[in-house]
């Protein structure tokens, strides 16, 4: 695993973590298909939610939010349909961003929810 892969399943641990403490219940982790990835997919209630986790160190070139350009959300929004259709469900979604900054004890944990919409 190439140094980028570890820290990667490093910061999405995290995130599951963080959102689990939260209230979310993980569903799934690295949902693969042919159009892309989900890093996380989770349930708050009644809405599955996706969720897109984004490292930078530092936040000198906008940080890791703003990291989940339109290009982005485009390959999550596929990947999203690909797992509704794959598992058969028909509910509520959101899609959420959890932006990781920081290295270290400087770390900080950015929980967006509804960061974007389906259109």
């Known amino acids: ?16 973590h963080y959102l689990a403490a939260a209230g979310l219940h993980i569903v799934e982790s690295n949902f693969r298909t042919h159009c892309g990835e989900i890093d996380l997919v989770a349930r708050d209630g009644d809405i ?8 930078r160190r530092s936040r000198a070139f906008g940080g890791a939010a703003a990291s989940v350009d339109r290009r982005k959300q485009q390959k999550l929004l596929i990947a999203a349909n690909h797992y509704l259709q794959q598992k058969r469900l ?8 959890v932006a ?10 950015e929980w967006i929810k509804s960061a974007f919409e389906a259109h």
Not at 48 to 55: D, K, Q, T, W
Not at 100 to 109: E, P, R, T
């Open 48 to 55: 599955l939610v996706f969720v897109e986790v984004r490292y």
């Open 100 to 109: 990781i900054d920081g290295v270290g004890s400087n770390q900080q944990i």
């Open 1 to 16: 695993m190439t140094e980028a892969k570890s820290i990667g399943s490093r910061m999405e641990e995290a995130a599951a």
């Open 90 to 97: 028909d509910c509520t979604c959101r899609f959420d961003v």
